[in-house]
């Protein structure tokens, strides 16, 4: 062996021991830290992850004095040793100031008949409000097709303030070929950016049913009846989350008989009959809707759309029910070129805005919804704020 060679193998060697050494003594602590899901009036649900074996609690009160515990159990059993921390904070008062933080015990060994804890890690003290139906004004944004690159949202977030809540529309991520892409590229950043104040709400995109650990993406998100279609109020604006599937018929090669989404799409229907027929969505100032793929009433699929079955299933199942049912807005992304409809005369009902492209690409875009009073402020923006279209929509009940 040369010396060159000899230097090279014994730096490469010294690397290898220092990095196995490094992840030996890596202290107990965060992989993400906490993150709101799921505010209403009178709950809210506490997500976070450590990167060792732990059992959590949330103290939390209406100043920093903090004073309240809530700790999660199931089947008689405290959560312990589970992938993701959780708390539910039931019994809130709608309009309040909260204070929280967690506490997590790590648990260096967990036998049968013999536990040993570790240390104990607090986040810092973390803030929210709760809403309330009676809210005469709130924000938010909304992201889509943002695949894996968490530092778009971030830029954003820091220009725009006074948000209230997220929106992800979908394809947040590529695929989910590992957990640690959840944790890394949508929850270790959101919580970092601003979830630990306001909540994300997940609206899956079709590349969020990718992979083998797609089927896991749903223990990091807390959505109502624990699934990815959902409805939920915002003040006095009653919102409906579907969930658009994949873009090829099921039976399509590359998704290998694992997929079920034309049912699954029938399933929502069912379900989108009841909710729109609701006293909650009757009785709201504004409805909107927030799904992946695009939904028009009068669109003609082109025949060349590579997800043509997909966006046609979703305008079968869902378009006229949402045009008949009074809805006054639909937010979504998925083909990366930003677009806006407006009602048209005995044709559709409702606003349509569809984001651009991913943060790779010059058109990438976000959307910011103002609600206040008796209208709903729309902006559609480039990824350096610059204003692409801005609308307004007057409530008409
Ligand atoms: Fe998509």
Not at 180 to 197: C, K, L, M, T
Request: net charge negative; aromatic share 16%.
């Amino acid at each position: 062996m040369s010396k060159k060679w000899l230097y090279v193998s014994i730096f490469l060697l010294g690397a290898l021991y220092f990095e196995s050494a490094g992840q030996h003594i890596r202290p107990y602590g965060f992989e993400a830290a906490p993150y709101l899901q799921n505010l209403q009036e009178k709950s809210v649900s506490i997500y976070w992850v450590m990167n060792r074996s732990s059992t959590s609690w949330v103290e939390y009160g209406n100043s920093s004095d903090l004073g309240r515990i809530s700790r999660n159990s199931q089947h008689g059993l405290f959560d312990a040793n589970l992938p993701v921390q959780k708390a539910y904070l039931t019994g809130l008062k709608p309009a309040t100031d909260y204070y929280y933080r967690t506490a997590s015990v790590e648990i260096q060994q967990y036998g049968a008949y013999d536990v040993v804890f570790g240390d104990t890690v607090y986040s810092e003290v973390k803030f929210f409000r709760t809403p309330t139906a009676k809210l005469s004004e709130f924000s938010f944004l909304a992201f889509n097709d943002v695949h894996d690159r968490p530092a778009f949202i971030e830029d954003v977030v820091e220009r725009e303030s006074g948000f209230d809540f997220v929106a992800y529309l979908g394809d947040i991520m590529g695929h989910i070929d590992y957990t640690d892409q959840i944790i890394s590229n949508v929850i270790r950043p959101s919580a970092s950016f601003f979830a630990g104040e306001k909540p994300f709400y997940w609206i899956r995109g079709n590349h969020e049913a990718r992979g083998s650990q797609a089927r896991k993406l749903i223990d990091y998100i807390d959505a109502p009846g624990n699934r990815y279609y959902y409805a939920f109020e915002w003040g006095p604006v009653y919102f409906i989350v579907l969930d658009s599937g994949e873009g090829q018929p099921d039976t399509n090669q590359h998704y290998f008989s694992l997929v079920d989404f034309d049912n699954y799409r029938r399933e929502q229907s069912m379900w989108l009959k009841d909710v729109v027929e609701s006293s909650e969505f009757h009785s709201a100032k504004f409805r909107i809707v927030l799904t992946h793929f695009p939904i028009y009433l009068s669109e003609v699929v082109a025949r060349d759309e590579i997800h043509r079955h997909g966006r046609a299933h979703n305008q079968e199942k869902f378009a006229s029910l949402l045009n008949e049912s009074g809805v006054d807005l639909l937010l979504c992304g998925h083909t990366h070129r930003y677009h806006v409809a407006h009602p048209e005369e005995n044709v559709t009902n409702f606003h349509v805005v569809v984001g651009g492209g991913n943060p790779a690409q010059a058109n990438s875009t976000y959307t910011r919804v103002d609600f206040s009073g008796d209208q709903l402020n729309v902006s559609l923006r480039y990824y350096d704020g610059k204003l692409i279209e801005q609308f307004t929509i007057d409530a008409s009940r």
